[in-house]
């Protein structure tokens, strides 16, 4: 039996394995155990006298038979006929050396269950300034994130990826948000930051704003533990898209009936903020030879169309009121002999300008209601970012005019944030389904906001925190802008990829178990990643769970504007 | 002058004679303890027992090196550093390693003085007689002592101890059986000695007096496992001459009824059955107690410069 181990000890380094600085194993005291993501520390003499402490994480634990030398000696064990112990041991990652020696710890030396203070210089949280609560541990110690690597000073962006359903990526970029916003870690700043959130699927984050009244106390103790309240966000505009063939367009929802405005853009705002090649943002755009007419036709739009007062416009003296009627008038440009070469341009082929003719009015069913003329008050449905947090639904849309909403959005945001030309206050973008608006291949309007966004955002102050299922399907340069990685449960064929190379072996096999709740969070100073659990979500995902709304009601009219 | 070491360069193993108990030749046997001879035959198998506590006890030794001492007198005298240790398992449901001891000692004629290594230290031990066989003998005698040590320790309130290797000196120990695995010579002749050909898994011998410098109850008994030839898996257990004759009956029951579930099997053990699982691995412990051999070897020859 090893010595008893001097107090808090919960066993030694043993010598059977190699002891490396980066790795080593430790057998486990009598009645002592260990188990994944416990933090450890202990401490080694050097020769000259000074001592270094070593902190580490537990990455892997086993047990074994000691004294068995064939499997089915288990049977003879059991039966109490081979004598045999039973021998625990635990794999530690170091994580800190302090002061920087990397010296290997010797076998023998005993290992201690670091807490408090210890704890934090394990996970360096000692040193983070800003310390942005990310989640829990498994006995509910909160984890961190350095709000450094999130807001520009020294990193941006944030990637999570993980498979559908269980990987719990919306809601945890959501609880990010949440506790940006709500931990005081922005300071004085928190009032003016603001975050544009996109709802894609579902109606799970309508409802943002109101308590989740089905909050279990259990869940609330672990907001408190984060130094979080839990409750809602406090600010939040939503808008949806309008229902189709809805002449009075109506938010296109069904779980919630106020307080969400529908948005649109009128054919005013599209000509004259050229948002045709939004229309064109598919992959199958890609390549194409009409890219020239494109150009030329957002350039004839904003010349020659006059924007009248209800949102539609005039051009060389007609009407147009909705976008059908655009495509139709821009196609007749194209097509006629007289004005052909001014709208697509010289020497553009028949069958250019009949691909680009035939694309326009496929896109028209799925957008004519996002793009008409025609409307009273057309202001009232311009995405604004007043409040806090800004959620864009598109869940009713197809892929097409959701590519044409994220992209017109996008562009908005980045040129506005462009012109502020201040970091500050912080813009935070919420996206999921990154591999649509981003692929790994080919090349997009969409795409290459977002590869701007993740190079210059850090400098503009806007802060992508971006969701997909598999990163391997996404823009390299997007994930390898992102400071704050984040996995859920992973596929096993997807963790092995090497856009997962952040994770350790362990990790990796780690990342396919994983349940709703529990994620896997790497960030730059942290040489291994955390493994952090965070509560339910303390705001409502459904009608069901939704506290009623406190406070006026007076933004919940979906009439309003139409009067 | 200091007592100068000077280590060996061969294996210690080289040439010296094995030390497993060589049996005695001379014997006087009395055969008819339980039953007449002329009516020897097996005594059939027990249900199985399992006694709360059950107790092995084993031993082992090794010589670490073969040296020759120089204090300045002569002639330069033959000493041998071994390292050996004996301990217990321990049967209670599970079975476990109970009490380990482990002794280095320094063998050799007269009055060697201990030896300090950065292995260990080795105790001194002088012995009578110069000459390996002394030495060898001498280290054999003190694993006997230590067995004994450790039995005396741990055997109280075992229902029977099993020590390894014949009872000689241990026969003082309660409820404690000497259990023989091997047997150059065979002592009994005529009917008991084709009432242990005949004998089946599980079955033993009538009990009989066995007398060589001292005296003890013998019986043979089968252990199950593959017959390949008449004395397959026999081993003979012996108890103190001390016990009444119910007394020691009982016990050859109890380990009938009781050893057969400790045989091992041909594919773990290359001593199987007889070397019972229990031993075996008690004596895997005891080797690593000892020590790594090329360690110890490495010490010594630190520490004789
Ligand atoms: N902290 C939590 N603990 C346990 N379960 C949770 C937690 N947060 C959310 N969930 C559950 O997990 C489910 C899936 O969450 P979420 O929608 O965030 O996943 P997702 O990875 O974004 O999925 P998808 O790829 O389909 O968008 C939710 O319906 C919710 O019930
Ligand atoms: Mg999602």
Known sequence: MPEALDTLGVGRVLGTDDATPLSFWVALGPDQYLQLDDVVALERLLPDGDTVRIYGLVTEVRARHEGARFDSDVFLIEDGILPAEVSQAAQILATRFEPEVFVPPLPGQPVYKAEGDERDMALYFDGMEKRLPAGLTRDDEPLYANLEFLDGSRGAHVNISGISGVATKTTYATFLLYSLFRSGVLGGEAINTKALIYNVKGEDLLFLDRDNRELEDEDRDRYQRLGLPPGAFDSVDFYASPRRDDPIAAPDVSTRQKGVTSYFWTLSEFCAEGLLPFVFADAEDDRQQYTIIIHNVVAKLRDAAEGLPDGGIAIDGETITDFESLARMIADRLQDDLTSADWAGRAIGQGTVNAFVRRLFGAVPHLKHLIRGNVPNP????????????????????????????????????????????????????????????????????????????????????????????????????????????????????????EYGFLPAVHRQRSTILKPGTMILSQPELPIPLVTQFPFPAWATRASEAAPAKGNDDGDDPFRGLS | MAQRVAIESWDPDYGVP?????????????????????????????????????????????????????????????????????????????????????????????????????????????????????????????????????????????????VDGPLYRRAHLPRTIGYVKTHRVQHLKGRPAETIAVLAAGERTPVFRFRTSWTRHAWYLRLPGPKAHAWSGVVR?????????????????????????????????????????????????????????????????????
């Open chain 1, 379 to 498: 202001d009232r449905h311009r995405i604004q970012r007043q409040a806090q947090v800004t959620v864009v639904d598109t869940h009713n849309l197809n892929d097409r005019a959701k590519r044409f909403v994220v992209g017109v959005t996008l562009r908005r945001a980045f040129d506005e944030k462009e012109r502020a030309g201040q970091q500050r206050p912080l813009l935070f973008v919420v996206l999921d389904e990154l591999n649509k608006y981003a692929p790994r291949e080919g090349s997009s309007p969409i795409k290459e906001i977002l590869v701007d966004m993740s190079e210059r955002g850090r400098s503009l102050g806007i802060i992508l925190i971006g969701a997909q299922q598999t990163a391997s399907e996404v823009e390299r340069r997007i994930v390898a802008n992102s400071s704050l990685r984040v996995v859920g449960r992973l596929d096993a064929a997807e963790a092995g990829r090497d």
């Open chain 2, 18 to 162: 094995s030390t497993e108990h060589t049996e005695e030749t001379d014997v006087e046997i009395d055969v008819g303890v339980e039953v007449p001879e002329d009516r020897w035959g097996p005594i059939p198998a027990r249900t199985e027992q399992r006694p709360e506590a059950l107790l092995f006890i084993d031993g082992v030794r090794r010589i670490d090196a073969n040296a020759w001492l120089d204090d300045g007198r002569i002639p330069v005298r033959q000493g041998m550093f071994a390292s050996f240790a004996a301990g217990a398992v321990r049967v209670v449901e599970q079975a476990h390693v109970d009490r380990v001891e482990v002794r280095r000692t320094l063998f050799a004629p007269g009055n060697p003085e201990a030896f300090v290594t950065r292995g260990g230290t080795y105790e001194p031990f002088g012995v009578a007689t110069p000459g390996a066989d002394a030495l060898s003998s001498a280290l054999q005698e003190r694993l006997g002592d230590l067995e004994v040590e450790v039995a005396s320790r741990v055997a109280d309130n075992a229902d029977l101890v099993v």
């Open chain 2, 237 to 305: 257990m012996e108890a103190t001459a001390d016990l009444a004759l119910d007394e020691t009956l009982a016990m050859a029951n109890l380990t009938a009824g009781v050893l057969p579930r400790y045989a091992s099997e041909p594919h773990k053990d290359p001593r199987a059955p007889q070397n019972l699982y229990p031993i075996a691995g008690l004596e895997r412990e005891l080797r690593r107690r000892l020590g790594d051999a090329v360690y110890v070897d490495r010490a010594l020859r630190a520490a004789a410069g």
